[in-house]
């Protein structure tokens, strides 16, 4: 890994805690308490351009820092709620229902919540049933649409139905998906291996009762994929991770008669190196839309970055720099509309030291990008990250400490004026 801050990048895995099988022990909290050793990354999606394939074109983005002086979202400070021990680290995700995980086997478990307000039943199986490293499902309506043994997979929740298998797919990485709706039907984004030993990973779109549709341009690879509606529009944003330099495609989709209509290619932003676990993800608060990817800035700084897209992608999108103190790998992002705002999940080193105990930030997106965050919960290493919200709170979901944990937390309450 490359030095950041003249420290190299803490190694990120999670360690162990005991298991709900295990003797009687401490009720958890919000801050776990030990470091752990690393462990090999999943495989490589960064990559050097090979000779004779796409160029990357010259495009220029306004690239700054955030403001010091950030505003606050509205109604009052996010504050850390009820944490939940939910079960072995695992592929995992917030939801309507519940903490929904999935196994090796491909079974769909549920933690339902508990009678306590905020909490979360734990699921009584053992570390070997899930795969530690699987990136979460992503819950769109009544599924859940995950990768499994290269292959991408549905099955209904809360009621259990079949697996559904819907297309080859690339292993470890994340599916983003978006539920039926009266104009469209369902559809899911994600990756695939390359079609030969020389080429790249590319973006592909799963269109229920319809066709396959190459997402990335030709010559164009792919390591992240997200999706998103925006003010009545899907939008969908693919990295093309590099050990180089890293593009970042937007483009529009349209239906017409339920059938799917891709818009025109964009290259948004050209970041810099991007890492194999570098993730981004889309957040479009009401007719606006924004990309957010935690990467490096130049080689001795690490930050989360915000591309503001807007209505309409377009080349060389601004872009905004919320610096870390130090890297971490992974660097996990969420987003979640909740509280009535759209709203970004984000876990941050809590110093330059390497290793330092992570902190988990919450922020809400305004007109011009993020707003201050609240410190909502820390541990020594984060990943898997995902969340879900009501106009009551949302509910966070992660993985540390070798343990899956749900993290309930209420909306603010509103501000009262002097």
């Not at 003797?23 to 801050?31: A, H, V």
């Not at 093309?240 to 593009?247: A, E, Q, S």
Request: glycine letters at 8%.
């Amino acid at each position: 890994m490359r030095p950041i801050v003249q420290h190299a990048f803490a190694p990120m895995i999670v360690g162990a805690l005991v298991s709900l099988t295990a003797c009687k022990r401490e009720q958890p909290t919000p801050t776990p308490v030990r470091s752990v050793t690393a462990a090999p990354s999943a495989p490589s999606s960064a990559r050097p351009a090979p000779p004779g394939e796409w160029t990357v074109p010259n495009v220029k983005s306004d690239e700054r820092d955030e403001s010091p002086d950030a505003p606050h979202a509205d109604g009052g400070v996010f504050k850390a709620g009820t944490l939940s021990d939910v079960g072995p680290a695992g592929p995992a995700s917030a939801s309507r229902f519940g903490v929904v995980m999935i196994t090796r086997r491909d079974e769909v478990v549920l933690a339902p919540p508990g009678k306590a307000k905020g909490s979360f039943k734990g699921i009584a199986l053992v570390a070997t049933a899930f795969a530690e490293k699987a990136q979460p499902p992503s819950i769109a309506g009544e599924h859940a649409y995950f990768i499994s043994n290269g292959k991408l997979a549905r099955r209904r929740v809360p009621t259990l139905g079949p697996v559904e298998v819907l297309a080859d797919a690339r292993d470890f990485t994340r599916v983003s998906a978006l539920p039926a709706t009266e104009a469209r039907p369902a559809t899911a984004a994600f990756i695939v291996n390359p079609d030969k030993p020389t080429g790249s990973a590319t973006a592909m779109l799963w269109v229920e009762g319809g066709d396959i549709l190459r997402l990335s341009p030709d010559g164009t690879g792919a390591s992240s994929v997200s999706m998103t509606e925006s003010g009545g529009e899907v939008l969908i944003a693919v990295l093309d991770g590099r050990t180089g330099m890293t593009p970042v495609h937007v483009r529009k989709l349209a239906f017409k008669d339920k059938r799917p209509m891709l818009g025109e290619n964009v290259v948004a932003w050209v970041a810099g190196p991007a890492q194999p676990t570098t993730e981004l993800t889309l957040l479009a608060p009401e007719k606006d839309a924004w990309i957010f990817s935690a990467l490096e800035r130049e080689t001795t700084r690490f930050g989360l970055a915000a591309v503001h897209i807007g209505a309409t992608p377009q080349m060389g999108a601004p872009v905004e720099w919320r610096m870390y103190p130090n890297g971490i790998d992974p660097a996990p992002v969420a987003p979640v509309h909740a509280c009535g705002r759209a709203l970004l999940v984000y876990a941050r080193p809590s110093t330059e030291t390497p290793g330092a105990e992570q902190e988990l930030h919450l922020a809400a997106s305004g007109d011009s990008g993020l707003e201050s965050s609240d410190l909502i919960g820390k541990a020594p290493s984060i990943r898997g990250l995902s969340a879900s919200g009501d106009a009551e709170g949302l509910l966070v979901v992660y993985s540390a400490s070798s343990r899956t944990w749900a993290l309930s937390t209420p909306c603010p309450r509103a501000t009262k004026p002097k």
